[in-house]
């Protein structure tokens, strides 16, 4: 069971990896999915680049591409996906801004590229509450869904059944917790959404509501609580059985 799991990450890694970068049906390049990554890619009339791509990302903002060819330049388009959570992305060309783009669509930047180009990406994640089920309230940042530090208490349960032994994870701090000082705003009725967008007046009372804590990452892998490189507090209340 546990070579299965391994296999099965290994194969999510490797889709993940090759669907970074798309060439273009208008000879040029795609980046639809952001990790830190190198592409060998042939644009224009089958000219090669080479694309780094440097980023923290989904924890932080910045995207930074930077285009080398051994061609005095070559021009072709560079697609990018701003999503749909980036209220406004902003893009940077050779450290000046060259665009502002609103968020859930691909745009295209359709330039003669030099050797040593730098483009870059910026979309500011801001936090955000989004309602579900009986009115919870979830704690968004960017494209992440943060969830409450609990302490946990991992017991090793012995069974006999096919499926053999496993694990039971019990916590050990309160995970009953209400926040506090957050907009809450209810439905005008049944069939309204929970998770509207926002007017900016609400988005900056949540702003206030969250501190978001950035610490030192060093790139290795972020999904535990040791590694994990952004941190968000808020006032919370425990909410007592009954």
């Known amino acids: 069971q546990a070579n299965q799991s391994i296999l099965l990450i290994i194969i999510q890694w490797t889709k993940f990896t090759q669907n970074l970068f798309y060439a273009s049906e208008d000879n040029g390049l795609a980046a639809l999915i952001y990790a830190p990554s190198e592409v ?69 930047i359709d330039r003669e590229w030099k050797n040593g180009d730098v483009a870059e ?19 968004e940042r960017g494209p992440l869904v943060y969830a409450l530090k609990i302490g946990e208490s991992w017991k090793h349960v012995q069974n006999k059944d096919w499926y053999g032994n ?9 995970w009953n917790y209400g926040l506090i000082d957050v907009l809450h705003k209810k439905p005008e ?26 610490k030192n990452w060093d790139g290795h892998y972020p999904w535990n609580l040791a590694n994990a490189p952004i941190e968000i507090k808020a006032k919370a209340r425990v909410f007592l059985n009954g």
């Open 189 to 214: 009725n049944e069939w309204q959404k929970w998770n509207e967008p926002l007017v900016p007046a609400e988005a900056e009372q949540i702003q206030k509501a969250f501190q978001v804590v950035k």
């Open 121 to 139: 990406l910026v979309f500011p994640m801001e936090v955000s509450i989004s309602r579900w089920h009986q009115n919870s309230a979830v704690v």
């Open 166 to 174: 496993y694990w039971e994870v019990y916590p050990t701090t309160p």
């Open 40 to 108: 060998k890619a042939r644009v224009s009339n089958g000219i090669e680049i080479t694309v780094v791509e440097e980023t923290g990302y989904p924890f932080n903002e910045n995207i930074r591409f930077t285009i080398n060819t051994k061609e005095a330049a070559v021009k072709f388009p560079f697609h990018f996906r701003i999503p749909g959570w980036c209220r406004e992305a902003t893009i940077n060309i050779n450290g000046k801004k060259y665009d502002a783009y609103k968020g859930g669509q691909i745009i295209k």
